[in-house]
Structure formats: C-alpha cells, structure tokens
C-alpha cells in the first residue's frame, strides 16, 4: 500500500542540503569579492583550508647619505627692520673624508655689511657623506665685532630631525634671539613651533603652518612668539621631512653690542638629563661685573621645564677635582625655571639632572671684563655608545668634557688614548682645532668648550646614527 505520508528524515535532509547549498554559493561569492579588491589569494585560500606558506625574503634598504647641517652667519633683527641679518661667512671645520659641501638655495637673511640689502652671500651649508666613509661630524665658528652684534659664535652641525627642543635666550629689552628654520631637502616642510615661558604654555598663532621650502632657510624673531619673555622654551616639529632649528642669542647692553650664541636642539624631554662643555669663571672675575647696572644676566643659571607634568628635579654640579654639589627644585607643569648656579664654584662644569617626569634642560655661563664679555647657551646633550667623530672649530681655547652617567668609573678613548672618568662626575682634556675621534663602550656624554678672556661658547658631540637595518618582504 502506498502511503502519503512524507517520512520525516527525508525533510530534514532535504532542508540539510539546502542550508549547505546556500552557504557554500556564499562563500564562493565572497571569496571572489575578496579576490576582487586585492586580498592576496593565501587569505582567499584559507576559507578552504591552509593555504601553501609564503615566502619571506630579507631585504637590505639602500643606505642614504649622512647629512649635517651648519650654521651659516651669525643672526640678529635689524634696528630699522623686521628682516634677520647675517653677519659675513662663518667657517665650517669637517672631519671625515669623501664629503660633499653644498649650500642652501634660498634665504631672506639680509647681509648686515651691504649698503644695498642685499642677502647674505654664505648662507648656511648641508654637508654629506657616503654612509661608507665613516663617521662624520662638522662645526661652525664665527668671531664678530660690530655695532650690532659682538662675541663668538660657535655650533656642532645638526642631523635633520622632525622634531627640536631649544632651551635658551630671551626676549627682554636688549636681548634678541632669532629662530632658524633649514629645509635641507627636495621637500617642503610644514613646521609648528609651541612656546613655554615662566607663567606657563605661551600661545603664539605666529608659530602655526610655517612653510619651510626646499632647500631653504627661514628666519622668525622669538619676540613675535614670545614678547618680553625672560625664560623661553621651543619645540619645533615639522610635518613630512626633518629640519634643523637652531636659536641665535645676541646682547646689547645701553649703547654697545655684548654677547653672542648660538644653540642647537637638544635630544626631547626625559628622565636624565646630562649638560656638559659648560665653563663658568670664578667669582673673582664674575662677582664684579654681575654687580653692574644692566649685568644681572651674566651669571649662571640652569633653564629647566618639565612640559606635561609637576615633578620634582635633583640637579647634581660636578666640577673637576671637586666634590659635587646638589640641588632640588619643584617644576609646575609648562612653567619654565631658571636656577642661579654662581654660588657652587668655577671651572669646567657639568649638570647631572635626575626628574620623576621627562624635562628638558640648558645651562647659561659668560666671561668677560669690565669692557667686553661674552655668553654661551649649552644644551643637553645626547647620549654616546661606540664610535663617533667630533670637529673642533678654531676661535679660543678649546677643552673637552667626558661624563660619566653610570656608578663606576669607565675608560673613554680619545683620539687612541685612554681617558679615565670617574663616575656620576666629568673629566675633560684639551683639544686641538680639527677632526677628532672618540670611542666609549658605556654610556658617555661629551661636549666642547671654546672660551678666551671675553668669548665663549660651546659645540656639542653627537652620535654617529645607527645604519639601517634589514627588512623583511613577503613574497607571493
């Protein structure tokens, strides 16, 4: 007999293979959607299961060339203009081999000796190297004696980075500091700048969206971002390609031109902090002169900011054959602080700076007598491991100064020879002018002092950067 009853296990199969049906046709649809867009087929493939393994191959990039920038001329502000003036060509010293000295296209710095304002003639220079060559490392110096402008400015040539600190100058009443944008590259930059001052962040709209061209300078007055400001610290950041900012810091006493620096960037706030080839003279030369009228800033003080938090700063002064001395200070968030440093002795000098939150640091020292005197700005200064090379400009005495960090004392080569350096403290040697070469296992910081009877400034030592290293690609 037949029957109309549907068995009940024939249903379900039959839903069963419908459900399988539709799921694999969606499957199939976006597995071919996926190959569509450009998903690679191993991704497409593990819908079905493991794919075959894809190749991976080690990949060496082509090493660009080392590139330092210098300084070009010395910079102030006109008395009868906004435009920045240069004063003559400053000499750049190099040491490594194979360099190439190429100088920027494009500057608004008008030359302060030409009757027709006419822009300088040595505007500032890119120095390169084949990565091959070794290392590599360049100065620039310039001694002047004018009506505008009077003193020794000295400055190691800088790595182009996307990001600067400068601690240092002011915008008070007889004090300039001009700002130096360099664009070493085939690439605009767009460049912010933020300022900090002694009540706090300091807005300035001037400071947003600046144009930097290719292989161009441009030249802005603190003062417009930063107006009668006796403490200021910047940070500089660039959109797309690294720049190199420096401060130029000039002096006019009364009547007369008196002082002069030049500061390069310092490595972005941290925990430690180490300022090395400072030099203050002792207080039988410095107590007379900071006790003339309009002489309150010859003395040294230590610059500190701590951007983002409150913290509190243990500044450690180490002097050569001397015991050192310390000194605790509390640091508001974005309010800049300036610490008279005069009281704890003379000489070749060296701040160890320990922090509960990141700060940034730069100590001011001068020289000088009755008639003339003379003022550096020292930043902090980047830690060295291994091998690197350092130029010594002529224009003074000329002394090195090796710290050391750590908690045990450690051998520092210079130029072949060993160098002892005691522990949390600093030793420093004369040096010669020209290329140099220092070599440090441990953590080493080092810095130059140049300085005579009424000039003074400083040259920071730099690592030698790291060579790129391999990648790897996969490959389908």
């Known amino acids: 007999m037949m029957s109309d009853h549907t068995p009940q296990h024939g249903a379900r199969n039959l839903a069963?293979?419908?459900?399988?049906?539709?799921?694999?046709?969606?499957?199939?649809?976006?597995?071919?959607?996926?190959?569509?867009?450009?998903l690679p087929v191993g991704i497409v493939n593990a819908f079905d299961g493991l794919g075959p393994p894809i190749a991976s191959v080690e990949v060496v990039p082509a090493e660009p060339d080392r590139m330092?920038?210098?300084?070009?001329?010395?910079?102030?502000?006109?008395?009868?203009?906004?435009?920045?003036?240069?004063?003559?060509?400053?000499?750049?010293?190099?040491?490594?081999?194979?360099?190439t000295v190429t100088p920027i296209l494009d500057t608004s710095v008008v030359d302060g000796f030409s009757l027709e304002s006419a822009l300088i003639a040595e505007p500032p220079v890119v120095v390169s190297q084949p990565v091959d060559s070794g290392s590599l490392a360049a100065s620039s110096s310039q001694t002047l004696n004018n009506l505008n402008v009077t003193g020794l400015a000295t400055s190691e040539c800088q790595i182009p980075s996307r990001e600067a600190w400068l601690v240092g100058g002011e915008t008070t009443v007889g004090r300039q500091t001009a700002l130096s944008l360099i664009n070493p590259s085939d690439i605009p930059a767009l460049v912010d700048i933020s300022v900090w001052g002694q009540t706090g962040p300091i807005v300035a709209p001037l400071g947003r969206g600046i144009l930097v061209a290719p292989m161009s300078q441009r030249v802005l007055s603190v003062a417009g971002l930063a107006p009668e400001e006796r403490s200021p610290v910047l940070r500089v950041t660039s959109a797309g390609v690294g720049i190199v900012a420096a401060l130029h810091y000039s002096i006019y006493r009364g009547l007369e031109a008196d002082g002069l620096s030049v500061m390069g960037s310092q490595p972005g706030p941290s925990t430690e902090r180490?300022?090395?080839?400072?030099?203050?003279?002792?207080?039988?030369?410095?107590?007379?002169?900071?006790?003339?009228?309009?002489?309150?800033?010859?003395?040294?003080?230590?610059?500190?900011?701590?951007?983002?938090?409150d913290t509190r700063a243990q500044v450690t002064v180490a002097l050569v054959g001397a015991e050192p001395s310390m000194i605790t200070v509390d640091l508001v968030a974005g309010e800049t602080k300036d610490l008279l440093l005069d009281e704890f002795g003379s000489g070749d000098l060296a701040l160890l700076i320990r922090s509960s939150a990141p700060v940034v640091?730069?100590?001011?020292?001068?020289?000088?007598?009755?008639?003339?005197?003379d003022t550096d700005w020292a930043g902090s200064a980047p830690l060295i491991i291994g091998?690197?090379?350092?130029?010594?400009?002529?224009?003074?005495?000329?002394?090195?100064?090796?710290?050391?960090?750590?908690?045990?004392?450690?051998?520092?080569s210079l130029d072949g020879r060993d160098v002892s350096v005691p522990a949390?403290?600093?030793?420093?040697?004369?040096?010669?002018p020209g290329g140099h070469e220092l070599s440090s296992t441990l953590p080493v910081y080092a810095g130059l002092s140049l300085r005579g009877e009424t000039v003074i400034d400083s040259?920071?030592?730099?690592?030698?950067?790291?060579?790129?290293?391999?990648?790897?690609?996969s490959v389908r």
């Open 68 to 99: 330092l920038v210098c300084m070009g001329p010395a910079l102030s502000f006109g008395s009868q203009s906004a435009s920045a003036v240069g004063y003559g060509p400053a000499t750049e010293t190099i040491a490594g081999s194979d360099t």
């Open 424 to 432: 949390r403290s600093l030793a420093t040697r004369p040096v010669s």
């Open 16 to 38: 069963l293979r419908t459900i399988t049906a539709i799921v694999s046709t969606l499957l199939l649809a976006l597995s071919i959607g996926l190959v569509a867009v450009g």
């Open 459 to 473: 040259v920071m030592v730099l690592p030698t950067p790291e060579r790129q290293g391999s990648v790897f690609v």
């Open 274 to 309: 180490v300022i090395t080839g400072a030099y203050s003279p002792p207080e039988e030369v410095s107590g007379p002169i900071r006790g003339k009228d309009g002489y309150q800033d010859f003395g040294a003080i230590v610059r500190l900011l701590s951007p983002d938090e």
């Open 361 to 373: 640091a730069s100590i001011r020292t001068s020289v000088g007598t009755d008639q003339r005197t």
């Open 387 to 412: 091998e690197t090379a350092f130029a010594v400009p002529a224009g003074g005495e000329a002394r090195i100064s090796l710290v050391n960090p750590g908690t045990e004392d450690i051998s520092v």
